[in-house]
């Protein structure tokens, strides 16, 4: 008999892990409090927008292999194997991890365990976490320690997360025993050969939040070398493209702009500082500081560059902003450097119109007081300053003639280096970015 699996929280990763498993044959019972999400889901309506999900979602649906619920005792009556994918935000109060989601979750679900099974974390925590959860399973437990616990970080990008899941370049297991191990090798067997490491709990905790610290690390250093061009004159889009020949350095994650964002890589190595402070290990991710101020630079930085080319000053300007979602293919606006720099013109007086292909409705929620449009050239009517703040398709295929038609000035700042410069100067625009000349 196949395991049977559940799934606990319905966000970007639950939702994906959800119908990816049911995908590969899996019969998959996914849960949330949210009870408006879990009737959209039922219907095969995704609340969020990711790529390819949700043909797979009303795929399983109607297959019969994938279910939503809002019940516990459900989850607990049917899996086998339980994974937790909940959320893990910044703590209001600091740089910590909030992981009251994750205890709310292990609360509810272990008093209703009365049969052997094994719940398996995948939400990013704080190293030491899985220790104190795996104690409190066995605590809480009918079924004692019949309930094992098991850490299984993901590392799904979002905009690319059925391709990332079915797909992964590793899995890691942080196992306690070998029939743990066993488990989860024979839920993932039908991914084929995937690079799998077997380790302990803290060993599976960390490698998250080092894989996320070298991302931001290698997204600043190309950052920190555009500001170094920025004073010395030089290009760092052919700084950057030099260097990825290198095959050391590669060029993934090495494209400068206006900096990263999103649900994850910026509170993830918050986390990682205020973990390792606790630990005492604080000078050896004190870098992590750096990488985080040259990040939070580039939105002050492209501000700047805008209120230059709107003649010193946002008042009685106004600013279209190209973008609002953390990077394109994905609706999420968490910690979008896009929105913040749009936030940041209108308290200085601009008046921001802003277009998104997908992220209009999350943006228009969160940020009631900006002004949206329904297309880039709408955005841009009656513009001082073009900002170009996520890489979107549509936008770095903007024909800069068709644009002039439209805006007041034409002024384009290129906040993610994806235009041609020169073809945008000889239609007319001054064009400035991040570590151009
Ligand atoms: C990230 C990790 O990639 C993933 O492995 C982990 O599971 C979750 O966090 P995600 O947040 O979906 O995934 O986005 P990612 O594609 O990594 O991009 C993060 C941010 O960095 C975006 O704002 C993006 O625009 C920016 N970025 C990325 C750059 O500015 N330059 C780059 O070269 C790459």
Redesign the pocket.
């Known amino acids: 008999m196949p395991y049977r699996l559940t799934v606990l929280g319905t966000g970007?990763?639950g939702a994906t892990h959800a119908a990816c498993m049911a995908e590969l044959g899996f019969d998959v019972l996914a849960l949330d409090v949210d009870e408006r999400k879990i009737e959209r889901l039922r219907r095969g309506d995704l609340p969020i927008h990711e790529p390819g999900l949700e043909e797979l979602l009303k795929r399983n649906l109607a297959a019969g292999r994938l279910r939503f619920t809002t019940s516990y005792e459900e989850v607990a009556r049917f899996g086998d194997v339980h994974f937790i994918c909940v959320g893990t935000p910044q703590r209001s109060d600091g740089y910590a991890a909030d992981t009251s989601y994750l205890d709310a979750v292990v609360d509810s679900l272990a008093p209703l365990l009365d049969r052997e099974c094994l719940v398996v974390g995948k939400s990013?925590v704080p190293v030491g976490t899985a220790e104190r959860i795996a104690e409190k399973l066995v605590q809480l437990a009918p079924a004692g320690v019949q309930v094992e616990l098991a850490w299984n970080?993901?590392?799904?990008?979002?905009?690319?997360?059925v391709q990332?899941t079915l797909r992964p370049d590793r899995i890691v297991l942080g196992v306690a025993s070998e029939r743990a191990e066993k488990i989860l090798r024979e839920v993932y067997a039908p991914l084929g050969d995937v690079p799998i490491v077997v380790t302990d709990y803290a060993t599976a905790e960390l490698v998250?939040s080092a894989?996320?610290a070298f991302?931001?690390t290698?997204?600043s250093f190309?950052?920190a070398m555009a500001e170094v061009c920025e004073a010395a004159g030089a290009d760092v889009t052919q700084l950057a493209r030099a260097l990825s020949y290198d095959e050391r350095i590669g060029g993934?994650?090495?494209?400068?702009?206006?900096?990263?964002?999103?649900?994850?890589?910026p509170k993830?190595i918050r986390a990682f500082m205020a973990r390792a402070t606790e630990l005492g290990a604080d000078r050896a991710v004190a870098f992590l500081q750096e990488v985080d101020a040259i990040n939070q630079r580039r939105r002050t930085r492209v501000v700047e560059l805008a209120r230059e080319l709107a003649g010193g000053t946002f008042e009685g300007r106004r600013a279209a902003v190209l973008g609002a979602a953390?990077?394109?293919h994905?609706d999420?606006i968490r910690?979008?450097?896009a929105l913040d720099v749009a936030v940041r013109i209108a308290r200085l007086g601009g008046t921001v119109t802003v277009y998104d292909p997908v992220a209009l409705d999350n943006a228009r929620a969160a940020y009631p007081d900006l002004e949206y449009a329904e297309s880039a050239l709408e955005a841009a009517r009656g513009a001082d300053v073009v900002l170009l703040l996520?890489?979107w398709p549509e936008f770095a295929a903007l024909d800069p003639d068709e644009l002039s038609t439209v805006v007041r000035e034409r002024n384009i700042v290129d906040g993610?280096l994806v235009l041609d410069a020169e073809a945008w100067r000889s239609a007319g625009w001054t064009y400035r970015a991040l570590g151009r000349p």
């Open positions: 970007y990763l990013t970080p993901e590392f799904l990008r979002e905009g690319h997360a990332d998250k894989a996320n991302l931001a290698k997204i190309i950052n993934r994650y090495l494209n400068p702009g206006v900096g990263f964002g999103g649900g994850c890589l993830d953390f990077k394109p994905s999420d910690d979008s450097p996520t890489e993610r």
